[in-house]
């Protein structure tokens, strides 16, 4: 019993390193279990190469397993993994005719000869031999063809037919592995992806009948409509835009909306139908919005609003339907209804916000602030995001002073916007002196230290570019910036100096980069990442 369970052991753990491999590399479990232990340490070995990427050394010990064992079980599939480690090293044609087409001739029934058929294909397709690779791929479906491989030759010829822009046999490949190839654990990437293309494909032609007819061989229920609606709205969108074909997205359009209504549920007793009326009904606004009928998707939400009754949810889709149409007024109309008046003020201080009009949604956020005390601090954020939207920078930072008192906690934050503001604002100095006050660090020493490089003041900014250096994260940059900053002030030398010490201490930075262009492209300097020497 310890023997067999040692050996079971063995078995297991020789087997979990092919495991590492793709599909297409991997040794049958039956070919592995008939092995003598000499056979499996060299395919090993073999391997071992191969996984590390050494490709022409584990071509050798490919070779020399079928030399020591040509009459070996795992002979085709040595000579496989030859192919393979040719096709790596880009001798594809050598591959083809030396490696996986003697694969064929030698063991014409073996797992391996069928693989090999579909890597001919793929090999001449890397090689952008497309009409070989087609003849390849089609002699693989033709002799194999209940076999994966055949599924993977009618996918890359799918491919081929997109290059060529055959879209005829393109849909006919489409059609055949979603209709009549039979969807197993291994082909499922193919199936399911071949049904939604196909689908895709009879949406965009306004075939409605034929587009569900491929989706519902991998969907159904709520699923199914999700992703009818996921795949429609484009050709939807795209058929309605053009005056030729809107007749066509309409009533593609139409025909999906009447599907969705047919499923959606009659008791609006259980929660759980009541959630699916809503996701319905909101797909439905969206289907008729993407097909341009403004009317009909409002309709859409007031027809739910009967069903289900309206709550906060309903008003708010109905609000931002108007709103998204710059119908304003509407919106705030809609707003105003919500049982919720806090969320319903801030949606219309948003409206406000959205509609550029700065006065006005600061009014609505002060509303809030006296509904609220204890929320001030959330909507005085609200309003300097408006002032500092609207540029209008001493309105901004009187909001940030009352954030001062409001969540003094956060202080560093608010004399960082005060300073931000000044600067944007040109009044450099009293940004310089907000950012003191900020313990932002070392992100104050760079922004006082671009503010003194604006005044002309490059000793102050130079003092606060080596004060950031002192943290080990920012000193790539900053010693970057010291260079631009004598650069600034017209100290050529130690511009170049400071350059060449970012290439040196951080040469394999973006920095050090930089650096490396601007002294080769401004001063003729040739430096190396580890170094600087200049052209003589």
């Not at 037919?161 to 979603?178: F, G, H, P, Q, S």
């Not at 005060?418 to 009044?427: H, L, N, T």
């Not at 100095?429 to 006050?437: G, L, M, P, T």
């Amino acid at each position: 019993m310890k023997i067999r369970l040692s050996a079971l052991v063995v078995f297991v753990c020789s087997f979990s390193v092919y495991a590492q491999l793709g599909y297409l590399e991997q040794i049958p479990v039956e070919t592995f279990a008939k092995m003598r232990e000499v056979e499996r340490f060299q395919l090993k070995v073999a391997e071992k190469f191969y996984i590390k990427g050494e490709y022409k050394i584990a071509a050798s010990e490919y070779e020399k397993f079928l030399t020591l064992y040509e009459r070996s079980l795992a002979a085709p599939y040595a000579q496989l993994m030859w192919s393979h480690c040719l096709v790596k090293q880009r001798r594809v044609y050598t591959a083809i005719r030396d490696g996986f087409q003697s694969v064929i001739d030698y063991w014409p029934d073996s797992h391996e000869a069928m693989l090999s058929g579909y890597l001919i294909g793929r090999s001449y397709q890397s090689a952008g031999e497309l009409q070989n690779a087609e003849k390849a791929y089609i002699q693989a479906i033709t002799t194999n063809p209940k076999h994966q491989t055949s599924v993977l030759s009618k996918w890359e010829l799918a491919e081929i037919y997109r290059i060529r822009k055959d879209n005829v046999k393109r849909v006919k490949i489409w059609e055949d592995l979603t209709y009549k190839t039979k969807r197993t654990k291994e082909n499922n990437y193919q199936t399911t992806h071949a049904s939604v293309y196909l689908g895709q494909h009879y949406f965009y032609v306004g075939d409605f009948q034929n587009a569900f007819k491929a989706f519902e061989t991998t969907y159904k229920g709520k699923s199914l409509i999700n992703q009818l609606y996921r795949y429609a709205l484009s050709p939807i969108r795209s058929l309605t835009s053009s005056q030729e074909k809107s007749a066509t997205g309409i009533k593609l359009a139409n025909q999906l909306i009447a599907y969705i209504l047919e499923e959606v549920p009659q008791d609006f007793t259980k929660e759980a139908n009541i959630s699916l009326t809503r996701d319905y009904y909101y797909i439905i606004a969206s289907i008729h919005g993407n097909a341009r009928r403004d009317k009909e998707g409002f309709a859409a939400y007031e027809a739910l609003g009967k069903l289900i009754g309206v709550d906060d949810g309903l008003r708010g889709k109905q609000a931002s339907w108007h709103q998204s149409r710059k119908r304003y007024d509407e919106a705030r109309v809609v707003y105003s209804q919500y049982k919720n008046r806090e969320a319903g003020l801030a949606a219309i201080a948003n409206s406000w916000y959205e509609e550029k009009k700065w006065e006005e949604a600061v009014d609505i956020y002060n509303q809030l602030i006296g509904i609220d005390k204890d929320k001030e601090g959330q909507w005085q954020q609200e309003i300097v995001g408006v002032w500092r939207k609207a540029g209008q920078w001493d309105k901004a930072i009187a909001a940030y002073r009352i954030l001062l008192t409001v969540e003094a906690e956060k202080f560093s934050d608010w004399y960082w916007g005060i300073a931000d503001c000044y600067e944007r604002s040109g009044r450099l100095k009293e940004a310089i002196h907000s950012y003191r006050q900020s313990d932002r660090y070392p992100g104050v020493y760079f922004a006082m230290a671009s503010c003194h490089r604006r005044l002309k003041q490059y000793k102050e900014a130079l003092v606060l570019y080596h004060q950031a250096r002192a943290d080990k994260g920012s000193a790539p940059e900053a010693t970057k910036q010291i260079a631009v900053t004598y650069e600034q002030s017209g100290a050529r030398e130690n511009a170049i100096k400071w350059f060449q010490q970012t290439c040196k201490l951080y040469p394999k930075t973006s920095q050090a980069s930089r650096a490396h262009a601007h002294l080769q492209s401004k001063y003729k300097i040739s430096v190396t990442l580890g170094g600087a020497n200049e052209k003589k």
